[in-house]
């Protein structure tokens, strides 16, 4: 789901695996390659590919991994390119959809006509978007933990998965564990972990200088300030009495729960752009790439380049709603409280993206989803879930990060937003978009900003004065329907 330009920085699991999924296609049969997270190819000789589907391909490989019946509900197939990833639903036809690719990517990317041309989609097995963190605490099966770990591996590694720091060290600690075994004193660590560095840690963290300068320093055996906080966490790893030697099933959960401290973990990513603020009276500050990151926890809009999150909401601190390319250019629109030099104002923030459509039906389905499930979980908190022998118990409340100045705290002063007094009873959230604009009493909306929320205002078809807009309810895909091709 992700756009190139989004993807500042380390390539995703995308562009790791920018490949054919149909290796030969004959008269009756063809070879199928699924991708898993860590580029790991599972091939499947199948029969009637065109009309085959992603639920009759997902339990193949199921098949040939020998996965237990979870991960039916823990994974799910993708089709990714460089410039697209769509999680398909049970009923879609990968190689249909295939063929209608470069549809797809008119239609939900700025690619130019020929990257579009020249794009090829592959088919990954990967987590389920609509997986929820509370289900992968149950899970006990060393193979679907293992996937789970590669690919939170992966995206941490990518950058894709901000971090700080001490995280991003804690983490790559696990992985030294797991790739080299348990810590040894006396063995030259620091030289081993020192060679594959960008193996453990995130490449912005690997970087060194260069020149005479850097050389010199490099004679020295003393470790980088990563090297040294990795090797030292490293040495803080946990080994579980009485574990057998070949078992990595605790360091893979207590990666994952690691992983679970991140808001924004799990998340299905699509591209877009913000306005940045503006620098001054008369110059405009443009706009800057971001990454949507959407969940059945919430949405985080995070900084492609600067790689820490920009704004953090759950679904019950936001209302939303999207423009389509026919009424003025794509975007999704945010709604959410916040406070202007002590005021409190209702801020607006428009993301830029020909995926709007997609993030606001990913939205809307998740809350559905949230609201369904609140049951089951709240009988779940009552018995508990049943935990595995030897196994880390999961801790009894997950806290979130929030160091001062940490990579996942919003940073809401770097946007650029509209804010407006609330004129109106509040309106229930989460909901789509309500949109009550004051009247500029209290000075707090600009000029510029009032006249753009106007103009968005008139684009989503509602009138000058106090209105609400209310999406059609009903069914709710995840993904629109891909375009029928022309003849």
Same mark, same amino acid.
């Given at each position: 789901?992700?756009?190139?330009?989004?993807?500042?920085?380390?390539?995703?699991?995308?562009?790791?695996?920018?490949?054919?999924?149909?290796?030969?296609?004959?008269?009756?049969?063809?070879? #199928?390659?699924?991708?898993?997270?860590?580029?790991?190819?599972?091939?499947?000789?199948?029969?009637?590919?065109?009309?085959?589907? =992603?639920?009759?391909?997902?339990?193949?490989?199921?098949?040939?991994?020998?996965?237990?019946?979870?991960?039916?509900?823990? +994974?799910?197939?993708?089709?990714?390119?460089?410039?697209?990833?769509?999680?398909?639903?049970?009923?879609?036809?990968?190689? *249909?959809?295939?063929?209608?690719?470069?549809?797809?990517?008119?239609?939900?990317? %700025?690619?130019?006509?020929?990257?579009?041309?020249?794009?090829?989609?592959?088919?990954?097995?990967?987590?389920?978007? +609509?997986?929820?963190?509370?289900?992968?605490?149950?899970?006990?099966?060393?193979? #679907?933990?293992?996937?789970?770990?590669?690919?939170? *591996?992966?995206?941490?590694?990518?950058?894709?998965?901000?971090?700080?720091?001490?995280?991003?060290?804690?983490?790559?600690?696990?992985?030294?564990?797991?790739?080299?075994?348990?810590?040894?004193?006396?063995?030259?660590?620091?030289?081993?972990?020192?060679?594959?560095?960008?193996?453990?840690?995130?490449?912005?963290?690997?970087?060194?200088?260069?020149?005479?300068?850097?050389?010199?320093?490099?004679?020295?055996?003393?470790?980088?300030?990563?090297?040294?906080?990795?090797?030292?966490?490293?040495?803080?790893?946990?080994?579980?009495?009485?574990?057998?030697?070949?078992?990595?099933?605790?360091?893979?959960?207590?990666?994952?729960? $690691?992983?679970?401290?991140?808001? +924004?973990?799990?998340?299905?990513?699509?591209?877009?752009?913000?306005? $940045?603020?503006?620098?001054?009276?008369?110059?405009?500050?443009?706009?800057?790439?971001?990454?949507?990151?959407?969940?059945?926890?919430?949405?985080?809009?995070? %900084?492609?380049?600067?790689?820490?999150?920009?704004?953090?909401?759950?679904?019950?601190?936001?209302?939303?709603?999207?423009?389509?390319?026919?009424?003025?250019?794509?975007?999704?629109?945010?709604?959410?409280?916040?406070?202007?030099?002590?005021?409190?104002?209702? $801020?607006?923030? *428009?993301?830029?993206? $020909?995926?709007?459509?997609?993030?606001?039906?990913?939205?809307?389905?998740?809350?559905?989803?949230?609201?369904?499930?609140?049951?089951?979980?709240?009988?779940?908190?009552?018995?508990?879930?049943?935990?595995?022998?030897?196994?880390?118990?999961?801790?009894?409340?997950?806290?979130?990060?929030?160091?001062?100045?940490?990579?996942?705290?919003?940073?809401?002063?770097?946007?650029?937003?509209?804010?407006?007094?609330?004129?109106?009873?509040?309106?229930?959230?989460?909901?789509? +978009?309500?949109?009550?604009?004051?009247?500029?009493? =209290?000075?707090?909306?600009?000029?510029?900003?009032?006249?753009?929320?106007?103009?968005?205002?008139?684009?989503?078809?509602?009138?000058?004065?106090?209105?609400?807009?209310?999406?059609?309810?009903?069914?709710?895909?995840?993904?629109?329907?891909?375009?029928?091709?022309?003849?």
């Amino acid at each position: 789901m992700d756009g190139t330009e989004g993807n500042a920085g380390q390539p995703g699991p995308a562009e790791r695996s920018h490949r054919s999924s149909v290796s030969s296609v004959g008269a009756r049969a063809a070879d #199928v390659l699924v991708y898993l997270a860590d580029d790991t190819v599972v091939p499947l000789a199948v029969e009637n590919l065109p009309s085959l589907s =992603a639920h009759e391909l997902h339990r193949a490989v199921r098949e040939v991994l020998q996965l237990p019946d979870i991960a039916l509900e823990a +994974f799910a197939l993708w089709l990714v390119s460089p410039l697209l990833e769509v999680q398909l639903k049970p009923k879609h036809q990968p190689y *249909k959809l295939g063929r209608q690719w470069p549809e797809l990517l008119l239609r939900f990317t %700025d690619a130019p006509d020929d990257d579009v041309a020249m794009d090829e989609p592959a088919l990954q097995f990967r987590r389920n978007v +609509f997986f929820p963190r509370r289900r992968e605490l149950q899970i006990h099966d060393e193979d #679907v933990l293992r996937l789970l770990y590669e690919e939170a *591996k992966g995206n941490v590694l990518a950058a894709r998965y901000p971090c700080d720091l001490e995280d991003c060290e804690a983490l790559g600690a696990l992985v030294c564990r797991v790739q080299l075994g348990p810590y040894q004193p006396g063995l030259p660590a620091a030289c081993t972990l020192r060679e594959k560095l960008d193996s453990f840690l995130p490449a912005h963290l690997c970087k060194r200088g260069h020149g005479l300068f850097a050389a010199l320093r490099g004679r020295g055996t003393k470790a980088g300030t990563g090297e040294q906080g990795l090797l030292n966490a490293y040495r803080r790893v946990q080994e579980v009495v009485g574990e057998h030697e070949a078992s990595l099933s605790t360091h893979y959960r207590a990666y994952l729960l $690691k992983c679970h401290e991140l808001p +924004f973990y799990g998340c299905a990513f699509f591209h877009g752009e913000v306005d $940045k603020p503006a620098q001054s009276f008369l110059h405009r500050g443009g706009r800057k790439p971001v990454a949507v990151a959407i969940s059945l926890e919430g949405v985080h809009v995070i %900084d492609s380049r600067e790689k820490h999150v920009l704004l953090g909401l759950h679904f019950q601190e936001l209302s939303w709603d999207h423009t389509s390319p026919e009424e003025e250019e794509s975007a999704l629109w945010l709604e959410f409280d916040g406070d202007n030099e002590g005021t409190p104002v209702n $801020k607006l923030l *428009k993301i830029y993206s $020909k995926q709007a459509e997609l993030m606001s039906s990913l939205i809307e389905y998740c809350i559905e989803l949230n609201h369904t499930a609140e049951p089951a979980a709240t009988q779940e908190s009552v018995s508990g879930p049943t935990a595995a022998p030897g196994s880390l118990p999961p801790p009894a409340q997950r806290p979130q990060l929030r160091r001062q100045g940490s990579v996942v705290c919003s940073r809401i002063q770097h946007l650029s937003t509209i804010d407006y007094v609330e004129e109106a009873p509040a309106g229930n959230r989460p909901g789509p +978009f309500l949109g009550w604009f004051g009247n500029n009493s =209290a000075g707090l909306v600009s000029k510029q900003d009032e006249e753009a929320a106007t103009a968005m205002r008139k684009g989503l078809g509602l009138g000058p004065g106090p209105a609400i807009r209310m999406l059609p309810k009903g069914p709710s895909p995840v993904f629109p329907s891909p375009p029928t091709p022309s003849p």
